[in-house]
Every structure is written in C-alpha cells, then in structure tokens.
C-alpha cells in the first residue's frame, strides 16, 4: 500500500520554537508539497518541490522554510513558531505528468502555544 | 475572480438520491480535473479524475467535464450517509504544471 507519511499526528509547540515537520513517501514521486488547511481559507500551498535539493514559494511561504535531501523526505520547517501558524499541515506527493492527481499524507495538527 | 470556485454548501440530500457537486475554473488552458473527498479530521483522498470533455463513470461516481463552459461536476448515485464529507475540487492549470489549484470545497450531508 503506497503511503505518504507524516512524523506526527499531534504536535504542541511554544512559541518562538523551531518545529520540524517530517514527510516521507514510499512511492518514488518526483513531487512534494506541503499545505497548510484552516477553516474558511482551504487548502494553502506553502512550499513544493519537484527534484531533489529543488524547493519553490507557494502561496504563503512567509515564517516557512522547507528541505529536500532525499527524493523521498521533505521537511518543513517553521523557523520561529507563532500563534497564527497554529494549523493542520498537509503533506502531499504525486509524479509528474497530466494524469497524476497528489496522494496526502494523514496531516499534522499543529497548535503553537 | 478565485481561480476554481465551489459552493461551500452545506448541501443536503436524502439518502438514495443523486448528489450533484459543481467546479468552475477561470484557466481556460486548464488540463486535467481532480475530485477528491475528505472526511471531518482526515485528510483529502483522491476518488476521480477527468481530462477529457464528457463523462466519466466510476462506480456510484461519475464525473463530467465540460471545457467550453469551464465547468467540471460529480455526481454520487444512490447516496449513502457514508458519502457525507467535504468534497474539493482541483485542477491542473497548463499542461506540465506540477500543482494543482483547489477550490474551498463543498460540505455534503447525506440524511438518512
């Protein structure tokens, strides 16, 4: 069963923390996305990636950054956590091409306290 | 003008009945066409997609397509409490494109 997996499920932080947020996919895809969901706004692009050490600026990549090492890890990285970052992270991958759709990993609920 | 819109809802359908969910897309260029379904807590899973004109059927789901008019739809045959969840629609803007542009979604209830 192909998988998109995120480090955690539930995660508390403090503000002004540095938070890592680990993704992983299974599937060899060449293309990494993490998006932010919040009530009322929808789906937000933070950050994608479509190779290796290849990063690009979504929609609203302000207090984020993100790294990409292996094809098969993507890590986002909130530099100084804040209150309004308070959010379910949604990590996604897909391969290259017209017919492909993205598979999401099972999200990260994140509160900054 | 929001690049995919869909009525946020909440829409709400009697159990055994055909629920009817409407996309528009400003990108005239636009590819291809995704649907996917996301229930309360969880996050959004793929159930169609579509990249040419006219309909598509997939068990109870069938997904129509029109580019003249920049509209893309699903319909759920026989509708089950089980469909009830947030459905969103995405679209892949041009050719080569590696993301997709979403829309806010539509809230589905089905009543039994």
């Known amino acids: 069963d192909v998988k998109v997996t995120q480090s955690s499920r539930y995660l508390v932080k403090r503000t002004g923390e540095k938070v890592f947020l680990e993704c992983v996919q299974d599937m060899d895809h060449e293309n990494m996305f993490w998006y932010r969901q919040d009530p009322g706004l929808g789906l937000r692009l933070i950050y994608f990636s479509y190779d290796v050490k290849m990063k690009e600026k979504g929609d609203i990549p302000e207090g984020y950054s993100v790294s990409r090492e292996k094809k098969e890890r993507f890590s986002l990285i909130l530099e100084s956590a804040s209150t309004n970052q308070t959010s379910m992270y949604l990590c996604?991958?897909?391969?290259?091409?017209?017919?492909?759709?993205?598979?999401f990993g099972s999200g990260t609920r994140l509160t900054v306290v | 003008q929001k690049e995919v819109e869909q009525n946020s809802g909440p829409l709400s359908v009697p159990e055994g009945a055909i629920a009817s969910l409407n996309c528009t897309y400003s990108d005239r260029g636009s590819q291809s066409f995704f649907w996917y379904r996301q229930y309360s807590g969880k996050s959004p899973e793929l159930i169609m997609f579509?990249?040419?004109?006219g309909d598509k059927e997939d068990g109870r789901f069938t997904a129509q397509l029109n580019k003249a008019s920049q509209y893309v739809s699903l319909l759920i045959r026989d509708s089950q409490p089980s469909d009830s969840a947030t459905y969103l629609c995405?679209?892949?803007?041009?050719?080569?494109?590696?993301?997709?542009?979403f829309g806010q979604g539509t809230r589905l209830t089905i009543n039994p």
């Open positions: 995405a679209v892949r803007p041009i050719q080569g494109a590696q993301k997709l542009v």
């Open positions: 579509i990249y040419s004109n």
């Open positions: 996604a991958s897909s391969f290259s091409g017209q017919a492909y759709g993205y598979t």
